[in-house]
């Protein structure tokens, strides 16, 4: 014989009340806003690429006596994975960008092939590890300037082994240098003040960025 339950009593299991996002889920949710962003950075960035690699070709020759100082350029390259996350601020926005430009950049034709895609992912995750080292909290001109130096690390790697091998160990040095602070010059300080005066102009209303 059943047992009836007690007045005010339910039987079987209590409903439970839906889970709320933490404040930290809410600021690492992206939006459709930050995906249509970072997608259109990259193809802008893109476009810039297809030119800066003409501009690549085109300058070798002024670097003849020495050819690892062409790499002052090179922070151009590094540019989208710094001011991905800069603009966004969440998880995964330096790679999308990143990411984007690269494939832009190889869709509309670029003699490194598919490699400039790979470029393009590394390139955009090493400023995500700067900035999740900071627990993504740190937007400033340091953590930019670290960001964009740790983003020079790939194509160094990258460069020297499947370009320069067969460079002295001298060049080899110099290249690495030169690309890693061309990288936080232009990429780490540029992506900075790009992020500041497209703040300063309204354009990033969406974001949290847009306090600067």
């Known amino acids: 014989m059943g047992t009836s339950a007690a007045p005010g009593e339910t039987s079987g299991a209590q409903p439970t009340e839906p889970t709320r996002p933490t404040a930290s889920g809410r600021r690492f949710r992206w939006r459709t806003v930050d995906i249509v ?3 259109v950075l990259g193809v802008a960035i893109g476009v810039i690429f297809w030119f800066w690699g003409m501009l690549w070709e085109a300058t070798s020759p002024l670097f003849l006596f020495f050819p690892p100082a062409q790499a002052v350029i090179y922070g151009m390259w ?3 994975g710094v ?3 800069l603009i966004i601020r969440k998880p995964g926005a330096g790679v999308l ?7 832009v950049s190889m869709l509309l034709g ?3 092939g598919l490699l400039v895609v790979l470029a393009g992912v590394l390139q955009g995750l090493l400023p995500e590890v700067v900035f999740a080292l900071g627990r993504y909290r740190f937007w400033g001109m340091g953590i930019s300037i670290l960001a964009g130096a740790a983003a020079g690390l790939a194509p160094t790697a990258m460069d020297l082994t499947l370009y ?3 460079w002295p160990a001298a060049f080899m040095a110099a290249y690495g240098v030169i690309v890693v602070l061309s990288a936080a010059i232009i990429a780490g300080i540029g992506g900075r003040l790009l992020t500041t005066a497209l703040a300063r102009a309204g354009a990033l209303t969406p974001f ?3 306090r600067g």
């Open 78 to 80: 590094l540019l989208p």
């Open 97 to 103: 960008t990143s990411t984007a430009a690269a494939t």
């Open 83 to 85: 001011l991905g996350m």
């Open 37 to 39: 962003v970072a997608a």
């Open 208 to 210: 949290p960025s847009a």
């Open 110 to 112: 670029t003699h490194w």
């Open 164 to 166: 320069y091998a067969d």
